[in-house]
């Protein structure tokens, strides 16, 4: 089975400015997690999708949404782009219902300037 | 809150010999999920151990096993026999609810 695949892998956007990034869960995985990754602060939990219902959210502003498609596609979207939203951005998916299995892509890595 | 804590933020390990990464996690849930994850340089994040909370055996995956203190939060890594591959920067992981907690990592070089 082909794994996570996350597009674009690289984006320099300036401040202000908003951004789409993509996430393609490994076929029949129905679950796709969101995570931001900045030095020093680790992994931070964004959002998940389960059958194209939000189930969990973190605490991030509300400039930082996402949604999921009936295939499992997954977007996240960040409008009015801050230089401190400069990270890797990762999405994991999983199985079933309890995310315990979860499989990451490659990310994609944001520069805001 | 859920909170994970790993104190190492860098260690180094001659190759061949042993290493035992930190972490220790605060929540209040009984039924949980621990995890350490592996993420090597520009490459993928993936997954090297789960341990169960329910679970009082420790779980071990060919050279790597964890010591897992429930009472005392604490869920450590050991890495034995250690190889150049095993470079990386390793995550402790909590999940409950459906949501995973990460700490902030420790990055491990192994020296030849």
């Known amino acids: 089975k082909a794994g996570v695949t996350q597009t674009p892998r690289y984006l320099i956007k300036t401040r202000g400015q908003q951004v789409t990034l993509s996430c393609s869960p490994i076929?029949?995985?129905?679950?796709v997690s969101w995570y931001q990754q900045t030095p020093g602060q680790g992994l931070q939990f964004l959002f998940e999708?389960?059958?194209?219902?939000?189930?969990n959210k973190g605490n991030f502003p509300g400039r930082f949404s996402g949604r999921q498609f009936s295939n499992s596609r997954s977007e996240m979207n960040v409008s009015t782009l801050e230089l401190g939203d400069s990270a890797l951005y990762l999405c994991a998916s999983s199985p079933g219902g309890l995310i315990h299995e979860q499989y990451f892509g490659p990310g994609t890595r944001l520069t805001v300037t | 809150a859920q909170t994970v804590t790993q104190s190492q933020p860098e260690m180094s390990v001659q190759e061949a010999e042993t290493v035992t990464l930190s972490c220790t996690y605060d929540?209040?849930?009984?039924?949980?999920?621990l995890f350490w994850y592996k993420q090597p340089p520009s490459r993928q994040m993936i997954l090297v151990i789960r341990?169960?909370?329910?679970?009082?055996q420790n779980a071990t995956e060919n050279r790597f096993s964890v010591n897992f203190q429930k009472a005392a939060k604490s869920f450590s890594l050991k890495i034995s026999d250690s190889q150049l591959g095993d470079t990386a920067m390793y995550f402790c992981a909590f999940m409950t609810g459906n949501q995973f907690y990460f700490g902030t990592g420790t990055s491990l070089t192994v020296i030849p």
């Open positions: 076929s029949g995985h129905r679950s």
């Open positions: 341990q169960e909370a329910y679970k009082q």
């Open positions: 929540t209040s849930e009984n039924n949980y999920y």
């Open positions: 999708y389960f059958s194209e219902t939000q189930r």
